[in-house]
Protein backbone atom coordinates (compact mmCIF):
# COMPACT_ATOMS: atom_id res chain seq x y z
CA UNK A 1 0.00 0.00 0.00
CA UNK A 2 1.28 3.50 -0.88
CA UNK A 3 0.84 6.10 2.09
CA UNK A 4 1.71 9.47 1.47
CA UNK A 5 0.66 13.10 0.61
CA UNK A 6 0.03 14.90 -2.60
CA UNK A 7 -0.60 18.21 -3.11
CA UNK A 8 -3.18 19.83 -5.00
CA UNK A 9 -3.68 22.75 -6.94
CA UNK A 10 -6.77 24.13 -8.14
CA UNK A 11 -6.69 25.82 -11.97
CA UNK A 12 -8.98 27.89 -13.75
CA UNK A 13 -9.19 27.78 -16.67
CA UNK A 14 -9.43 30.72 -18.93
CA UNK A 15 -10.52 31.34 -22.48
CA UNK A 16 -6.42 32.09 -23.28
CA UNK A 17 -5.61 29.03 -22.50
CA UNK A 18 -7.33 27.42 -25.10
CA UNK A 19 -6.80 26.78 -29.01
CA UNK A 20 -9.12 27.60 -32.02
CA UNK A 21 -10.68 23.88 -31.63
CA UNK A 22 -11.95 24.71 -27.74
CA UNK A 23 -8.85 22.61 -26.32
CA UNK A 24 -6.84 23.88 -23.37
CA UNK A 25 -3.18 24.39 -25.89
CA UNK A 26 -0.30 21.56 -24.35
CA UNK A 27 1.92 24.74 -23.63
CA UNK A 28 -0.29 25.73 -21.25
CA UNK A 29 -0.34 22.48 -19.22
CA UNK A 30 3.32 23.06 -18.45
CA UNK A 31 2.40 26.57 -17.14
CA UNK A 32 -0.55 24.98 -14.67
CA UNK A 33 2.58 22.56 -13.66
CA UNK A 34 4.65 25.73 -12.81
CA UNK A 35 1.78 27.34 -10.71
CA UNK A 36 1.58 23.61 -8.23
CA UNK A 37 5.17 23.52 -8.12
CA UNK A 38 5.50 27.08 -7.23
CA UNK A 39 2.86 26.93 -4.29
CA UNK A 40 4.11 24.07 -3.65
CA UNK A 41 7.83 25.30 -2.83
CA UNK A 42 6.47 28.47 -1.22
CA UNK A 43 3.73 26.41 1.16
CA UNK A 44 5.51 22.96 1.69
CA UNK A 45 9.16 23.70 1.68
CA UNK A 46 8.70 27.56 2.78
CA UNK A 47 11.03 28.51 -0.29
CA UNK A 48 11.57 32.58 -0.76
CA UNK A 49 9.62 33.96 -3.55
CA UNK A 50 11.31 36.60 -5.03
CA UNK A 51 11.52 38.02 -1.19
CA UNK A 52 14.18 40.92 -0.37
CA UNK A 53 17.00 39.14 0.80
CA UNK A 54 16.22 35.39 -0.38
CA UNK A 55 16.60 34.20 -4.33
CA UNK A 56 14.24 31.48 -5.02
CA UNK A 57 16.98 28.85 -3.92
CA UNK A 58 15.68 25.91 -6.91
CA UNK A 59 16.56 26.15 -10.81
CA UNK A 60 14.11 23.70 -13.03
CA UNK A 61 16.54 21.43 -14.95
CA UNK A 62 13.83 19.14 -17.45
CA UNK A 63 10.52 18.77 -18.01
CA UNK A 64 8.65 16.40 -20.09
CA UNK A 65 4.49 16.04 -20.21
CA UNK A 66 2.28 13.01 -21.69
CA UNK A 67 -1.22 13.72 -22.68
CA UNK A 68 -3.86 11.51 -22.04
CA UNK A 69 -6.97 13.03 -22.77
CA UNK A 70 -8.07 16.49 -24.13
CA UNK A 71 -9.02 19.67 -21.75
CA UNK A 72 -11.76 21.89 -22.53
CA UNK A 73 -12.44 25.68 -21.47
CA UNK A 74 -15.48 24.33 -19.11
CA UNK A 75 -13.70 21.25 -17.07
CA UNK A 76 -12.51 21.53 -13.52
CA UNK A 77 -8.97 20.78 -13.86
CA UNK A 78 -6.66 20.74 -10.53
CA UNK A 79 -2.90 19.26 -10.54
CA UNK A 80 -1.64 16.83 -7.64
CA UNK A 81 2.36 16.70 -7.60
CA UNK A 82 4.46 14.65 -5.26
CA UNK A 83 7.66 13.67 -5.33
CA UNK A 84 9.50 10.51 -6.91
CA UNK A 85 12.94 11.07 -6.24
CA UNK A 86 15.28 12.86 -4.23
CA UNK A 87 18.95 12.89 -4.61
CA UNK A 88 21.62 14.74 -3.11
CA UNK A 89 21.42 18.24 -5.43
CA UNK A 90 18.55 17.20 -7.55
CA UNK A 91 14.92 15.88 -6.70
CA UNK A 92 11.99 14.93 -9.07
CA UNK A 93 8.70 16.01 -8.82
CA UNK A 94 5.67 14.11 -10.98
CA UNK A 95 2.52 15.52 -11.59
CA UNK A 96 -1.21 14.65 -12.58
CA UNK A 97 -3.27 17.12 -14.42
CA UNK A 98 -6.93 15.25 -13.33
CA UNK A 99 -10.73 16.50 -14.06
CA UNK A 100 -13.19 14.73 -11.28
CA UNK A 101 -13.51 12.34 -14.19
CA UNK A 102 -10.38 11.01 -15.53
CA UNK A 103 -6.32 12.18 -16.19
CA UNK A 104 -5.75 15.18 -18.69
CA UNK A 105 -1.93 14.79 -18.19
CA UNK A 106 0.88 13.66 -16.31
CA UNK A 107 4.31 15.01 -16.17
CA UNK A 108 7.54 14.83 -14.34
CA UNK A 109 9.77 17.58 -13.59
CA UNK A 110 14.02 17.42 -12.41
CA UNK A 111 14.42 20.45 -10.01
CA UNK A 112 17.93 20.78 -8.86
CA UNK A 113 19.11 22.97 -5.54
CA UNK A 114 21.01 25.97 -6.75
CA UNK A 115 23.76 28.66 -4.95
CA UNK A 116 23.21 31.63 -7.38
CA UNK A 117 26.47 33.30 -6.03
CA UNK A 118 28.41 30.57 -6.43
CA UNK A 119 26.49 29.70 -9.72
CA UNK A 120 26.62 25.90 -9.04
CA UNK A 121 24.70 23.13 -7.75
CA UNK A 122 24.60 22.40 -4.10
CA UNK A 123 23.19 19.55 -1.73
CA UNK A 124 19.54 19.79 -0.67
CA UNK A 125 19.41 20.66 2.98
CA UNK A 126 18.50 18.00 5.18
CA UNK A 127 15.12 20.01 6.75
CA UNK A 128 13.78 20.26 3.18
CA UNK A 129 14.47 16.75 2.09
CA UNK A 130 12.62 15.76 5.18
CA UNK A 131 9.81 18.05 4.07
CA UNK A 132 9.67 15.99 0.78
CA UNK A 133 9.93 13.33 2.27
CA UNK A 134 6.16 13.64 3.39
CA UNK A 135 5.37 13.74 -0.79
CA UNK A 136 7.21 10.45 -1.62
CA UNK A 137 5.20 7.22 -1.79
CA UNK A 138 6.64 4.67 0.41
CA UNK A 139 5.95 0.80 0.59
Not at 95 to 108: N, R, S
Not at 112 to 124: E, L, R, T, Y
Request: charged share 25%.
Amino acid sequence: MMDYKRYRCDLQVRFADTDALGHINNAVYHSYIELCRTQWLAEVLHCGLFTSSERFPIILARTEMDYLKQGHLQDRLHVEAFISHIGEKSFHQRYEIKTPQHTVAVAKAVLVWFDFHANQSVAIPEDKKALMRYYMPVD
